[in-house]
């Protein structure tokens, strides 16, 4: 705000003169309304009469979740592409109107750096343009500049990069502006004292953000023409990229269309042109149905950023990677600041088919805002509805149940009508419902874009009857998630907004400290959040749990709160160190060496963790004979972030329904360095353990992932919804 203030104010200064003359300035000054305030909020509550700058005094120790997160604990500045929080989706709408072509986000670190502004540190995405990192040559002197002028100690081309396309400075790059991050090291209150011993005051970081912001402003209004001209320079290579390359993307999902419509809508609401097929679209590999086809022409401006969400692999340049592997040799960690691989055409299992020549298929222009009215009723059925099971009839078998509609999921494949339906397809009797079943699900189905298809003929020519014993009852799911430490805030928030927002359930969260005092029997489902719950899970409240899921409860895990589930003995698995020795038993004794050692062997560590994944998207082959791959193809790609290994499941013990692929097939996207590869092939990602009349669902990863890898949130939901029921 002071740079607001001082826009407004300082009539007569040359430089506000000049800015004002030469640019229009957009100035967003909360990006994080619930995160500031809790922020706000702590430090009124614990400062003491004169600040404090004790680095571990109260006031600078803000509790579980900190000020990071939104209300659902996402974090902002990772949301944009994706924009599951209306903070962000309401900030790239003000993007798109105003089309910036300067775009500057100004940000806090550790207190115990400086300031950062660009030019930034490799990688550098290769889908922005040299004009772009030219430019921020330009801007990194002009801020030096400044800062030198009045002695600001200050750093560039370290630590944060030019890479992963979802932060709030490189979204705008996507589109041809040059976004740049600014990072001011946090007082975290009003004064701290830094390792150094140096006082760094909130007013330092005041001024500090207020001289960046101000000679930002300058040096935009100073360039003003070449920025323009750079602009329309790579928004034009857009459109040329479109004719004289690949011209056209078809995004299809034939296993569940609901996925590919979502998709779309996401690009369009990223200012991607998105058209849907009215017709049938040909290809050279066949026919696709226009009812589940979406086209992005490459021949307009915004075609680099649909072939930066949308290839498989963004790649890094070879000498950053070179490296990374060196620097892992000797031990240090790399230097990779973000994930490698967010491909959203394989986080959503969506096949995006990329065409040399458009495929004249007719289309229209797809409205992002676009609201559909009210669905129609469903045609009267004598028998009922099947709704074949994916993420669409997921949302709609929740908000059936708790509207009072009684809901049957198949356990098994069958043939009705001469039309397959695969295991989890949602079995909606007339005879058990009310005589206002087809208005009442047929709206509940439009709103979420399933199809219910109505059948007179219950008798099934192949595969397991509607009145078998393989179809079960569901029922409304009363879900218990851990909250509070000793969760992961992100893996909380993620599971939280999924759970409430996405499919609408209701849920209890309980503070960690608190799961001994809540009555496990309420719940059907207990969601552990990554997290290591040995602190608050003593034996007591183990053997509970272990009670619960012997009377029919279902447990769900994932990432560390699988590994701490292997170490409680609920998940008859193993946590792998590297080299795939299981955790905890001894390295193998080598005896005395008789000749001379090699050095290189003889200093690598005895045990250690495996060697970690940067974020990078793997093949997961699933199991579909288990329920919990209903509305999967059988293949998907999951985000792999870290070292957590986990053996497979024997036969005797439980289902590994989802394994990591084979050495050839493995990576589908991002950075895996080579010796991690061999120990991750075919072990376990999804694993199932029944207890009693119970189970635990565990996954080695997090299914939730920043809300947008979907094709796992199936698998997630498929845990809650269809687990409950069994």
């Known amino acids: 705000m002071a740079e607001a203030y001082h826009l407004l104010a300082a009539e007569g200064d040359a430089t506000v003169d000049m800015i004002l003359r030469e640019s229009l300035v957009l100035i967003d000054p909360t990006e994080n309304p619930d995160g500031r305030a809790r922020f706000v909020q702590h430090t009124t ?420 009857s509607l009145g078998a014993n393989s179809v079960r009852a569901l029922r409304s799911p009363r879900i218990l998630l851990a909250y509070d430490q000793p969760t992961s805030s992100y893996s909380t928030g993620w599971a939280r907004y999924i759970l409430e927002q996405r499919y609408g359930l209701q849920v209890t969260a309980v503070r960690g400290r608190s799961l001994g005092r809540a009555n496990l029997s309420e719940y059907d489902v207990i969601v552990l959040p990554s997290g290591n719950y040995s602190g608050v899970i003593g034996s007591g409240l183990l053997d509970q749990l272990q009670n619960w899921m012997s009377g029919g409860g279902t447990l769900i895990t994932m990432a560390n709160s699988t590994s701490w589930a292997t170490r409680a003995g609920l998940l008859s698995t193993s946590s792998e160190r590297r080299g795939g020795r299981a955790a905890g038993t001894d390295a193998p004794s080598e005896g005395t060496p008789s000749q001379p050692i090699e050095y290189l062997d003889e200093i690598v560590p005895e045990d250690e963790s495996p060697v970690s994944v940067p974020g990078a998207i793997l093949r997961v082959v699933l199991d579909l004979n288990h329920w919990m791959s209903s509305g999967t193809d059988g293949e998907i790609g999951v985000l792999v972030e870290g070292s957590r290994i986990f053996s497979p499941l024997t036969l005797d013990n439980g289902t590994n329904i989802g394994r990591y692929g084979s050495l050839d097939d493995l990576v589908l996207g991002g950075i895996v360095w080579d010796e991690a590869r061999p120990q991750l092939v075919n072990k376990a990602f999804l694993m199932h353990e029944g207890h009693g009349a119970g189970q635990i669902i565990a996954f080695a990863e997090d299914p939730n992932y920043r809300a947008y890898a979907e094709a796992t949130q199936l698998l997630f939901i498929n845990a809650v919804l269809l687990g409950a029921g069994r």
């Open 45 to 464: 509550m614990s400062r003491a009469r004169w600040p404090n700058q004790e680095t571990y005094s109260a006031e600078h120790d803000e509790p579980w979740p900190g000020g990071r997160g939104n209300h659902y604990l996402f974090d902002l500045n990772r949301d944009l592409f994706i924009q599951s929080q209306p903070e962000t989706a309401g900030k790239v709408d003000l993007l798109l109107e105003f089309r910036p072509n300067i775009v500057a986000d100004l940000h806090e670190m550790g207190g115990n750096s400086t300031y950062f502004f660009p030019p930034t540190a490799p990688p550098e995405n290769p889908w922005y343009g040299e004009r772009q990192i030219a430019l921020m040559e330009v801007f990194g002197r002009a801020n030096a500049a400044a800062f030198d002028e009045r002695g600001f100690a200050y750093f560039n081309r370290e630590v944060f990069d030019l890479f992963y396309p979802g932060y709030v400075d490189m979204w705008p790059m996507n589109h041809g502006a040059l976004g740049m991050t600014y990072e001011q090291a946090s007082a975290r209150a009003l004064v701290l004292e830094k390792s150094d011993g140096d006082l760094m005051t909130y007013g330092d970081g005041v001024l500090h953000h207020f001289t960046a912001a101000i000679t930002t402003a300058a040096t935009a209004a100073r360039h003003r023409e070449s920025i323009l001209r750079d602009y329309f320079e790579y928004r034009r290579e857009g459109v040329e990229m479109g004719r004289s390359g690949p011209a056209e993307l078809l995004l299809h999902s034939k296993h569940d269309p609901a996925m590919a419509k979502r998709l779309a809508m996401m690009l369009a609401s990223n200012g991607i042109d998105v058209h849907f097929a009215t017709g049938d679209v040909n290809t050279s590999s066949g026919q696709l149905p226009g009812s589940s086809t979406y086209i992005v022409p490459l021949d307009q401006p915004a075609s680099r950023m649909a072939r930066n969400l949308l290839d498989h692999h963004v790649p890094m340049s070879e000498a950053f990677v070179q490296r990374q592997i060196e620097r892992r040799a000797r031990r240090e960690r790399d230097e990779i600041y973000d994930i490698t691989a967010w491909s959203q055409s394989l986080l959503w299992d969506v096949e995006v088919i990329e065409l040399d020549r458009k495929s004249g298929a007719a289309g229209e222009l797809l409205d992002p805002d676009y609201e559909p009215g009210p669905a129609p009723p469903l045609p009267t059925a004598s028998v009922g509805y099947l709704i074949p099971w994916g993420t669409a009839a997921a949302a709609t078998v929740a908000e059936a149940m708790q509207s009072g509609i009684r809901v049957r999921a198949s356990g098994q494949r069958f043939t009705l009508g001469g039309r397959e339906y695969g295991p989890g397809t949602a079995i909606i009797r007339a005879a058990e419902n009310g005589a206002d079943l087809a208005t009442s699900l047929g709206v509940i189905a439009g709103r979420h874009g399933a199809e219910p298809v109505p059948i007179d003929d219950s008798y099934v020519t192949e595969g397991a």
